[in-house]
C-alpha cells in the first residue's frame, strides 16, 4: 500500500506552480520547487507492496492446480460434435487438445475447437435472461428490456404453457433449433412437443446445403448422411467440394488422407495414397492439394459430372454438355482414367453451388462405382429431424399469423437468415418470442424473453460426430454466469421433473444399461466416446438417376454467378465475436477482420476492376455493396461471397467488420445470378502477407516423386559448431502435408497469451501470431503451396548478435530464448531476422483489463507487455514441464514428452518436434528424408526449424 | 595572460562536478538500500494469525509436507489449507483468540490471508518439485524455520544468490531422507559427490541457462 503524499510538499509544489502562472519566478521559488517535486517524486517511490497468499479453505481432491488437467468432452459446432480434450489450469479450462479416441479428429484439432476456449471466456457473453416489457411500436410506452431471473422466466411459461396443452385450445408453439444430433436433447423436444397438440419443431441450418439433402431424397427416396473413408480411397473426386473444411468430418479426412500418404512414403507394403482430383468453383484446402484441379462454375461442374457419369450409366439422358470447357477436357480423361482404374476405390464428393439433381447423381455414381460401403458409407443423419419443418415453414407460418409462441434455441435467423425472408419483421409476428443462446445478438435482441445459455464446456449434455459416434460431454468449470444448457432449458419448458443436467444426461443413457451403468458412464467420460456407437451403414435402394441437367441458362455476360460460402475463418458469423478467428489471415487471400468478394483475375480485367474496389451487386430488388479481391484460381465469372460478415449485435470484437452477404442470399440455394456495378469506391483490406510469388527464393520447394534434393554446399565456417549435448531441440515441418488450415496459428494463440491487434494494426503488418503460413503460388504446380513458419531457433541466430541489451541468447538446447525483462525495444533483432518471425508489441496490445480475458490465459506463460519483442519458443513452458515431470521422476525425457501446441493441432501431423540427440525420435527419421531442406539455407542461419519438400503429383 | 575562469567559476565548476558525482552515488546507495529494504533480511512479517514454526515445527516435529502437500510435486509449495490447519485445531486450542480467524474462514469460506515471506517476481518460474527432486534441503533456502516464532526470510532470494547455488549445487545436496530435517548437516564432499551423481543434474550450461527460470 502506497504511502499518502507528503502534503506539504505537495501543497508548496501547488503554490509554487500558482506563482509560476502569474507575474513571475525568482531563483528562491525555482529551487523550492525543485527541492518539493524531489520529495514528492520520493514519497511516490514507495516499496512494493506486499503480497498475500490465499490458501484455498477446502483443498479441491484432484489437487491445487499447477498441472493442467484435462477433461474428455466435445466441442459442438452445427450439432456436430468434435471430441476434444479441455485443458483446464487452476480450475479454469484455458486450452484445447484433440481427443486421439474420438473418430471426428484422432487427436487433431481444428480451428473452430481451438478458438472455442476464448468463447467460452467471451465478455460479451449473455450472463442473465433478459425480458421485454414492451414492444417496438407499442404506442403506450417506449421499448424496454429489463434484467429478469429464470423464475420469473418459468412462471411467465407456465402461464401459457397450459392454453398451448390445451387439446381443445388453439395457441400454436414453434420451436426453432440449429441442427441438433444430442439425443437427451432431441429426446426432451419430442416430449416438449408431445404436450402440445399444436407444437411444431422447425430445423434452421445457415450453412447447410438443401440441395445435398434434396438430392439424397432424389435418388434414395430418404435423407442420408456420408462418412467419407480417404484411408480406403485410391481417387477423389471433389466437385465444388472441399471435404478438408467442409463438415463435421473434415479434420478426420485430412488426417485420414495424410496418413495415407505417410505410409506410403515410409514404404509400408500394402499402403496406398488417393489421388486427389478437384473441380473447384472458388478455390479450397482440398484443391490446393488436389493432384489434378480445374476451376469452373458450379454449372459447368455439373457438366463435366454429367459426362463423367455417363460413362458408368449409359441409361443416363444425354444432357445439352454443350458446355465443354477446353480446360476441363485434360482434367476429365484423366479422371476417367482415375476413376475406371480405382473402381470401388473411388469416391466422388459433391458439395455447396451443386444442384439437388448433381447430388442425387454424385451419389448414383458412387453406387455405380461400388463405393458405397466401402469409401464411402451411408448412415441415418445424426441431426435427422423426421417430421421437422425448414425455416420457410417457418417463416410462411409467421407470416399468417398462426404462431403464438416461437421458442428459437441456439439459432440466430435474425442475421444468418437469407434476407428474402425478412426475418425481423416475421420474427416480431410471433405473439411471444423466446430466443436461447450464448450471446445477446440478432435475434435475442427482438425476442420478449432471452435466455442465457451455458457453453459446451460448462455442461452436462451428449453430441453425435460425423459418423454417429456419441461422446458425453462433462464440465471442465462450472457455469460462467446464471445459464442453463439446451437439456435443462428444454426440460423446464416441459415441466420434467428432473432440472439438473447431469440427471438428464444420466437418465437418457441408462435406458437398456441398468445393470453395468455406473461402469459405463465412469468409461465413457473418461474415454470421450461412447463405445460402439457410431452410426451403422444404411442399406439404400438402387439409386434413382436425375431426369435431366437441371442447368440454368447460360447467364449474359452483365450477369456473374455468386456463390455464397461461409467464412474461412467466422463460419456464418457463429465466431464473428471470437478476436482469434476475426484475425485469422484466411487461407488464400490472408484478409483479417474482413470479408471480401472474390473474383478471378480474367474476371477482373474483363470488368477493370482491382482489388479493393467496391461494387454494387444487385439481384432483383436487393443491393449490396462488397469489397473486391482478385484471387487467382477462381472460376470466372464467379463471385464468392462469405457469409459471416456484417453483423449488428455480435458483441465489441465482431460488430460491423464485413458485409453481411445474407442480403442477397436467395431462399434455399447457394448460387445467385447478381450483375455488378462499379461505384468507384475503395476499400483498404487489412491483409497479413502481400506477397504470394516466391520471387525465385525457393522459400517453399517441391520435388517430383522419388527424387532428393540436391545436399546444400559446404560453406566455410567462421563461427564453432554449435553444441548441445543434452537435448537439441529441432523441429521438422512437412510441407507434403500441411494443408492450411491454420489450426497451428490458433493452437499457438490460445497456448502462449498471443494478443489480438485489431485490424488497423494488422493492416501495418503488426499482428501478432507467432507462427504464422505462408501461402505461395508454385508455378511448377500450377498450385497454391502452404508453409507454416515459425521461429527458426537458428544455431547462428542473426538476431542474437545484435541485441544491445542481451534479452536474446541461446540456450544450451538450442533454444533461442526470449528475456521479456531484458528486452528495450530497439526491434534491431527483428530488423536482422531474415524470416521475419519476431513480433514485436507496439502498443499495449494484451488486454490487462477484462477479468475473463485474463482468466483464459496461459500462467505458465508471460503476458507481454508493451515495448517488449516476442517469438515462438518452441513452446519453452511445455519442454520445462515435461522436463521437470522426468526429473521427479528420475528418468530421461523420451521422444513424444514435448508436443508442441502446434504439432498437436495439425490434423496431417505435418509437425514433427524433438531433440535431435535422441537418434530414435521422430525429428531425427524427418530429417533423413531426401526432401529435406531449410529456409534460405545460404543465409548459414543454421535453423533447427527446417522443412520437408511438397512431392509434386505425377504428370 | 590572465586566467581564462576566474577563480569562481572554477570553484563552481569543482563544486558542480562534485555535486554530481555525489548525486550518483547518492542514487546508487539508494537503490540498493531501497533493495535491500524489499528483502527484509531476519525482519519477522507480522501474519493475521502469528503462525510459530518455531513451535509446530521445532516443537512438535511436524514435517514441512504435512501442510506444505504440494512441495513435492509442484511448482508451489502450496500454503496450508484452513481444513489442514483446522485437523489438528478443530481439537487443540479450540476456544483460543488467536485462532478465530481460522474458525472464521472455515465458516464463511474466505480465506485466511497471510502475508507472503518469499515472494519471487512474475518472471521468475521456479519450480520446488524439481529442487527437492534433486536433494535441496529446505534449510537451503528457507533457513532454520523450527527456531522463527514468525517467518522471516533468511536468505535474500536474489538472482546472484540462487546461481551461487546453481553455478555449484554439489555442495547443497543432502540425501533424500534428510531433506526435510532441520538440523542435518551438509554431507562431506565424497558424499555430496555421489549425491550429484545420484541425482543426475543438469550441466552447469543448462542450469545458468536464462530459460531455465525465465519464459
Known sequence: MTQPPIPEAGARLERVIEVQRGAGVNRRQVLAAMAASMALANTACSPPPRLQAHPYVNLPEGGAGGQPMYYASAFVRDGFAHGVLVGSQEGRPIKIEGNPAHPSSLGATDIYAQASVLQLWDPDRSSVVRQRLAREGDARVAPQIASSTWSAFEAAWLECADALADPHGSATLRILTGPMTSPTERALLQTLLARGPRARWHVHAPLSDAAAADGAWMAFGRHVAQVAHFDRAQCVLALAADPFSDGPGAVRHAMDWSSARTAVRDGIAGARAPVLFAAEATPGLFGARADHRVALSPARIEGLLWRVAAHWMPELTPADVGLADPAAAAFESRLLAALREAGSSALVIGGAGLSAEAHALVLALNQRLGAIGRTLTLIEPPDAAPGAGTLADLVDALKAGTVDTLLVLGANPAYDAPAVFDMPHALQRAKLLVHAGLHVDETARLADWHLPLSHAYEQWGDARAHDGTATLLQPAITPLYDTRSAAELLALLAADPLRDGHALVQRQWRTGREADFEAFWRKSLRAGVVADSAAPPLEVQTARLPARLALPAESPSATLTALFVPDAATHGGAFANNGWLQELPRPFTKITWDNAALVSPATASRLGMSTGDVVRLQAGMRTLDVPVFVQAQQADDLLTLPLGGGRRHAGRVGDRVGFDASVLRPASAMTLAVTLQKTGRRHEFAVTQHEIDQHARELLRTVSVGTALAPEPKRDQLYPPFASPVHAWAMAIDLDACIGCNACTIACQAENNIPVVGKSQVAKGRAMHWIRVDRHDLEEIDNSGFQPVPCMHCEQAPCELVCPVGATVHDSEGLNVQVYNRCVGTRFCSNNCPYKVRRFNFLQYSDETTETLKAQRNPDVTVRERGVMEKCTYCVQRVARARQHAEREGRPLVDGDVVTACQSACPTRAIHFGDLNDTGSDVVHARTSPRHYAMLAELDTKPRTTYLARIKPDA | ?215
Open chain 2, 1 to 215: 595572460m590572465s586566467a581564462v575562469f576566474s577563480p569562481r567559476a572554477v570553484l563552481v565548476v569543482r563544486l558542480a562536478v562534485l555535486a554530481v558525482l555525489g548525486l550518483a552515488v547518492a542514487t546508487v546507495m539508494l537503490f540498493v538500500w531501497r533493495a535491500r529494504a524489499y528483502e527484509q533480511l531476519g525482519e519477522p512479517i507480522a501474519q493475521p494469525i502469528p503462525f510459530s514454526h518455531k513451535h509446530h515445527v521445532g516443537d512438535d516435529g511436524i514435517d514441512c509436507r504435512f501442510c506444505h502437500t504440494t512441495v513435492e510435486t509442484q511448482a508451489h509449495a502450496g500454503l496450508p489449507s484452513t481444513a489442514i490447519c483446522l485437523g489438528c485445531h478443530s481439537q487443540l486450542f479450540r476456544d483460543q483468540a488467536l485462532l478465530a480467524q481460522l474458525h472464521q474462514s472455515a465458516a464463511t469460506g474466505q480465506p485466511v490471508a497471510w502475508q507472503r515471506v518469499h515472494v519471487l517476481p512474475d518472471f521468475v518460474y521456479f519450480n520446488h518439485s524439481v529442487h527437492v527432486a534433486k536433494g535441496v534441503a529446505c534449510v537451503e533456502c528457507h533457513g532454520r524455520v523450527d527456531q522463527m516464532p514468525l517467518e522471516w526470510r533468511a536468505w535474500p532470494l536474489q538472482m546472484q544468490w540462487c546461481l551461487d547455488c546453481h553455478r555449484n549445487p554439489t555442495t547443497h545436496l543432502r540425501p533424500a531422507s534428510q531433506e526435510f530435517a532441520m538440523d542435518a548437516p551438509l554431507p562431506d564432499p565424497v558424499e555430496a559427490g555421489a549425491l550429484a551423481r545420484a541425482a543426475h543434474l543438469e550441466s552447469r550450461r543448462r542450469m545458468t541457462d536464462c530459460s531455465t527460470c525465465h519464459r
